[in-house]
């Protein structure tokens, strides 16, 4: 059974940092694509970063430069190191796999995603 559950959200002032983490299991983390997504009140769900079998990164240009996504095989975990945070990074943010190989920012990765975590709530405000 394929378990996705997010932790590490929370409170920080616009400038700050937090890591997520997106802990798995049910299937081999590096053997597939996955991503990290938000929604903010009111938005559509959108696609922050993801990563796929053979370790390529895609990130959103929203966040290029500030976000950076990342795994760990051993532990079965998925990471999103968030700095820089400014209040319209302010969203639940989602980790989500469709168990494919390949993943991309676009919209259409979104619809494709089958597997969602709970999500976790990040507040950027001063």
């Known amino acids: 059974q394929v378990q996705l559950v997010e932790s590490g959200g929370g409170l920080v002032q616009p400038g700050g940092s937090l890591r997520l983490s997106c802990a798995v299991s049910?299937?081999?983390?590096?053997?597939?694509?996955i991503g990290w997504f938000r929604q903010a009140p009111g938005k559509e769900r959108e696609v922050v970063a993801c990563i796929s079998d053979n370790d390529g990164t895609n990130v959103a240009n929203s966040v290029k430069g500030r976000f950076t996504i990342s795994r760990d095989s051993v532990k079965n975990t998925l990471y999103l190191q968030m700095n820089n945070l400014k209040p319209e990074d302010t969203a639940v943010y989602y980790c989500?796999?469709?168990?494919?190989?390949?993943?991309?920012?676009?919209?259409?990765?979104?619809?494709?995603?089958?597997?969602w975590g709970k999500g976790t709530l990040v507040t950027v405000s001063s």
């Open positions: 989500g796999t469709d168990l494919g190989q390949y993943c991309s920012t676009s919209y259409y990765y979104t619809l494709r995603v089958n597997h």
């Open positions: 049910g299937f081999t983390l590096d053997s597939y694509g």
